[in-house]
C-alpha cells in the first residue's frame, strides 16, 4: 500500500482519515503531491485519499489514472469550481475524520503528523493547521493577503468567541459526523469558512497546530483574489445563526 500506515484496528484507538483532494490543471504537480502523501507514516491512522478532478484540460487526468496506486478513490467530473469538487469528495469520504489537501504543493502532507497529534492525544473534534504560529518555515507571501487573513480571523473569533489565528488554511481537519455534505450551500471561496462555522455547532475540542506553507504567486497560478474576502465575511455571518 502507498501510504504504509498499520491496518485498522492494529492499535486500540485506530482512526481512519479522508484525504480529499480536488484537482484542476495541475499536472505539475499532482503526481508529487499524492507521492508525498505516501510517503507518510502515522502509528494507529490509516488513511484513503480520495481524488476529485474537476474536469482538467491538462494531463492531470491521464497521469491519475496512469498511478492509481497512489490513492484511494478518483472522480472525474464535469469543471463545477473547487467547491463543487470538494462536495463530490466528502459524500466518498469513509473515514472518521476529513482533512482538506490542495493539490499544488503549497502545504505540505509532512505535517499531518501535526494535525493529527491533538486528535491521538485529546479525541480532538476539529483541528486548523495555522501558518502563523511558530511554523518551521513559511514563504514570505503578499502583505494584504496576510492583513485579509488576520480581518478574517478576528471578524470570525469574535462572532464564535475562539481564537483561531488562520482559519483560511487549506488544513481544516475535522470530524467527519460534524459536516453533512448535502446541506453546504456555498461552492465558491466561502464554503471553507461554511464548513468551519458549520464544524462548530456541534465540536466541544477544537486545536490549532503550525504548518509550514510555500505559497505560490500568481505567476505561478495562484486563483484568490481580494474581492473574495466579501464573499467569506458575509459567509461567516450567516453561518453564525445558520448552522
Known amino acids: 500500500m502507498p501510504f504504509s500506515a498499520a491496518p485498522r484496528g492494529s492499535f486500540p484507538n485506530m482512526i481512519k482519515l479522508s484525504v480529499v483532494v480536488p484537482v484542476y490543471n495541475e499536472e505539475g504537480t499532482i503526481i508529487t503531491l499524492l507521492r508525498k502523501i505516501s510517503d507518510v507514516v502515522i502509528?494507529?491512522?490509516?488513511?484513503e485519499v480520495i481524488v476529485v478532478d474537476d474536469g482538467s484540460k491538462d494531463s492531470s487526468r491521464r497521469l491519475l489514472e496512469?498511478?492509481?496506486?497512489?490513492?484511494?478513490?478518483?472522480?472525474?467530473?464535469?469543471?463545477?469550481?473547487?467547491?463543487?469538487?470538494?462536495?463530490?469528495?466528502?459524500?466518498?469520504?469513509?473515514?472518521?475524520?476529513?482533512l482538506f489537501q490542495d493539490a499544488d504543493l503549497e502545504y505540505d502532507p509532512a505535517d499531518y503528523t501535526r494535525l493529527l497529534k491533538p486528535v491521538l492525544l485529546y479525541n480532538a473534534d476539529v483541528v486548523m493547521g495555522s501558518r502563523f504560529i511558530a511554523p518551521e518555515f513559511t514563504r514570505v507571501f503578499y502583505f494584504w493577503h496576510k492583513v485579509g487573513n488576520a480581518f478574517i480571523s478576528l471578524f470570525f473569533n469574535l462572532?464564535?468567541?475562539?481564537?483561531?489565528?488562520?482559519?483560511?488554511?487549506?488544513?481544516?481537519?475535522?470530524?467527519?459526523?460534524?459536516?453533512?455534505?448535502?446541506?453546504?450551500?456555498?461552492?465558491?471561496?466561502?464554503?471553507?469558512?461554511?464548513i468551519l462555522s458549520r464544524c462548530l455547532s456541534g465540536a466541544k475540542s477544537l486545536y490549532e497546530v503550525p504548518i509550514s506553507y510555500h505559497g505560490r504567486g500568481y505567476d505561478e497560478g495562484k486563483k484568490i483574489k481580494a474581492y473574495h474576502v466579501f464573499a467569506v465575511l458575509w459567509a461567516i455571518l450567516r453561518f453564525r445563526f445558520i448552522r
Not at 43 to 47: K, P, R, W
Not at 78 to 96: E, H, W, Y
Not at 175 to 189: A, C, F, K, V
Open 66 to 98: 496512469e498511478n492509481p496506486g497512489l490513492y484511494a478513490t478518483l472522480i472525474s467530473q464535469p469543471n463545477g469550481g473547487k467547491g463543487s469538487a470538494v462536495k463530490t469528495g466528502l459524500r466518498a469520504a469513509t473515514g472518521d475524520y476529513v
Open 159 to 194: 462572532l464564535n468567541n475562539t481564537t483561531f489565528t488562520d482559519i483560511y488554511s487549506c488544513y481544516l481537519l475535522y470530524r467527519r459526523s460534524l459536516i453533512n455534505p448535502d446541506r453546504l450551500e456555498t461552492l465558491g471561496w466561502e464554503q471553507h469558512a461554511e
Open 43 to 47: 502509528e494507529g491512522v490509516e488513511v
